[in-house]
């Protein structure tokens, strides 16, 4: 049985430099703390953060309400209270905000207490707390999830000099260890040859992805195998390609406009299989727009065998768009963000619904994130296909891929799909 004793949080800043919640919740008289991140690319359907709105302080984002929230409201909730388990914590909290998407109280908030008080009771059981979070799940066997890393972005991560979001490395090495090595090389390779065809260092995005100027969406997958072939390793066989469309954001009056293009819906999945085709592509991320579920499964039936079909926008991490996903058959694989559902414990749900119908899941997370590690251990915990943090030069995204090092070299797990 856990006894809340205080809680408490507070704003700090995130990678971009926008305000985000920090929790501090002592439990059974363990101290456990967490930060939480935030998306510039979010979903119509994601649980809602809670922003100040003073234009005067930073442009409205700040996130003094919430942070209050913590100490006030839900401290009230839950000070002295005692909670069998993180779902009781979690459901005791939801029940406070009251909202359909924790709108009230602010999802942000929310998910503060949610992983704080997780730490703590990981200190309480003795457990690390990957250990802790796979009995959240239900997994028996943590594993550490393939890596997807950024290598090139465009779309909101950077300044829209392509449409689609972010062009990704794959590693396929069978240790955490040697996949960023392979990331180290290619990524350095893929700055020369940015700079060697368009004369000028590229600029990076929020997520540490390289932004050159690219003339085309192709121009950027051939630019990413040639850095590839650069670093020495073969595409495809040493390091794949994985795919970050993000539709949503150039769908307008059921077309899709983007490079001079003006695609139905049809025509925007004969688009994608053609990529799939002629590039390395493991993944498609939002092939289409979160509102275009008529033709997500035609989408996902063009690239069975060939690419997994990953939903962000179109799920949202909500175990009610998951549902409808799986009845339709429109996608094979959940890119799960915890603050896009605002709970541990209705992550967990939206997980098991993922597993049930034999999914893949990617664990990400966000363009707006914090030093804080505690990711890696959720991807470890639940068993993650893959894991998508960022690139490999910025210290928000760092800490999570050195936090995978550490739980590698120190609990000896293998790396999902490694023989």
């Given amino acids: 049985m856990y006894r809340i004793d205080s809680m408490s949080g507070s704003e700090i800043l995130d990678s971009r430099g926008r305000p985000t919640v920090a929790a501090r919740v002592v439990v059974n008289g363990v101290t456990g703390e967490a930060s939480v991140p935030s998306g510039a690319s979010t979903g119509a359907?994601?649980?809602c953060e809670l922003r100040d709105g003073d234009r005067a302080r930073?442009?409205?984002l700040g996130v003094r309400k919430a942070a209050a929230n913590i100490g006030d409201e839900l401290a009230a909730t839950a000070k002295g209270r005692p909670f069998a388990d993180q779902a009781a914590l979690d459901r005791a909290m939801i029940d406070c905000d009251a909202s359909p998407n924790k709108s009230r109280l602010g999802a942000n908030a929310i998910l503060a207490v949610s992983?704080?008080?997780a730490r703590a009771a990981a200190q309480i059981s003795g457990k690390p707390l990957f250990e802790y979070f796979a009995t959240l799940a239900g997994n028996t066997k943590p594993t550490l999830p393939r890596l997807t890393i950024n290598l090139f972005s465009g779309g909101k991560h950077a300044g829209g000099q392509v449409a689609i979001q972010d062009v990704l490395m794959v590693p396929m090495q069978s240790t955490?260890?040697?996949?960023?090595?392979?990331?180290?090389?290619?990524?350095?390779?893929a700055a020369k040859v940015a700079e060697e065809k368009y004369g000028a260092r590229a600029l990076k995005a929020d997520e540490g992805g390289l932004a050159p100027p690219f003339p085309s969406i192709e121009a950027a997958f051939d630019d990413a195998v040639a850095a590839i072939r650069k670093a020495g390793l073969q595409p495809g066989k040493d390091v794949a390609l994985a795919i970050d469309v993000a539709s949503s954001h150039f769908h307008e009056a059921g077309k899709y406009k983007f490079g001079g293009n003006n695609f139905g819906s049809s025509e925007m999945v004969k688009c994608v299989r053609s990529w799939v085709d002629g590039w390395p592509i493991v993944s498609i991320e939002d092939g289409l727009a979160e509102d275009d579920w008529a033709n997500w499964p035609a989408l996902r039936q063009s690239l069975a065998g060939k690419s997994i079909v990953l939903g962000d926008d179109l799920l949202c991490t909500n175990p009610a768009r998951i549902r409808r996903a799986i009845e339709t058959s429109a996608?094979?694989?959940l890119l799960l963000k915890v603050n896009q559902i605002g709970s541990l414990t209705e992550a967990a749900e939206s997980l098991k619904l993922a597993r049930g119908a034999g999914w893949k899941v990617v664990v990400s997370a966000r363009s707006g994130e914090t030093e804080d590690n505690w990711l890696a251990d959720l991807a470890v915990g639940w068993g993650g296909?893959?894991?998508k943090v960022g690139s490999i030069c910025q210290s928000e995204r760092l800490a999570k891929y050195n936090r995978l090092l550490m739980i590698e070299r120190e609990h000896s797990l293998r790396l999902i799909g490694a023989k």
């Fill in 115 to 117: 992983i704080a008080f």
């Fill in 45 to 47: 359907a994601e649980a």
């Fill in 176 to 189: 955490i260890d040697d996949g960023l090595a392979a990331a180290y090389a290619v990524y350095y390779a």
């Fill in 331 to 333: 996608c094979d694989a």
């Fill in 58 to 60: 930073y442009g409205g």
């Fill in 385 to 387: 296909d893959f894991i």
